[in-house]
């Protein structure tokens, strides 16, 4: 989870690095449930050294919840996390007062595509406060604006807590469980098609959606997931 900058609170970037195509609009302070803020920002380059430190401290159990196997360490894997090009490849940072990283929340998808993989993780300590919910919705608006009309997430089937999160983001879904793991497909524009099952679980607060602020967070694998495997 990359943090801000090594000294001081983070700042906005808006023109003031040279950024292809990087969203400045995106760039945003956030009050949470607890009355803590944040500050939420796209991903840059300048976040690859706090990612790599992020990972490398976390505990065991965090690391396999998020990453469902081992979570990347090289250069080049951290290189190409913290490299996207913000419409195919995004993601938003939030960040503490301090400048360290509170969570973050990244998608990975394909030119011609409309649906990418999605993975969000929040540190331990701002976690039962609705980062993870915040995040992921915002995410989602910045993916539908570049076209993309569905995320799809894998988690540990027992995973509740990350199930609940997608919940109460208020994002219509559909959860198919496969032994131990969990796929989760999100609509962005609201136009989920019917249930096709038993598996498929509402996400309408009357339907049993829990509140985010009782909930922890650490779920997704996307692409790079696969080949390298998204940061913490």
Do not use: C
């Not at 990453?67 to 995004?90: K, T």
């Not at 973050?104 to 409309?114: K, P, V, W």
Request: charge should be negative; avoid cysteine.
């Amino acid at each position: 989870m990359p943090g801000g900058p090594p000294i001081g609170r983070p700042t906005p970037v808006g023109g003031n690095v040279d950024l292809p195509g990087y969203p400045a609009e995106l760039e945003h302070s956030a009050v949470l449930v607890d009355g803590r803020e944040v500050f939420i920002r796209p991903i840059r380059p300048g976040d690859a050294a706090e990612l790599s430190r992020a990972i490398a401290t976390a505990d065991q159990q965090t690391l396999y919840a998020r990453f469902l196997g081992s979570p990347p360490h090289d250069e080049a894997s951290i290189r190409r996390l913290v490299e996207v090009d913000y419409v195919h490849r995004l993601a938003l940072v939030a960040f503490a007062p301090d400048g360290t990283g509170a969570g973050i929340a990244r998608y990975e998808g394909a030119s011609g595509d409309d649906a990418a993989e999605v993975a969000v993780a929040v540190h331990a300590g701002w976690r039962q406060v609705g980062l993870g919910s915040l995040l992921l919705r915002e995410l989602g608006q910045a993916a539908l604006d570049r076209g993309i009309h569905r995320f799809v997430a894998l988690m540990l089937a027992a995973n509740l807590p990350a199930q609940g999160v997608v919940r109460s983001s208020g994002l219509p879904f559909s959860l198919e469980i496969n032994n131990a793991t969990s796929e989760i497909v999100m609509w962005l524009d609201g136009q989920r098609p019917p249930p096709r099952g038993d598996d498929d679980v509402p996400s309408d607060p009357a339907a049993g959606s829990v509140p985010s602020a009782a909930l922890p967070t650490e779920f997704g694998r996307t692409r790079a997931g696969k080949a390298g495997r998204p940061e913490r």
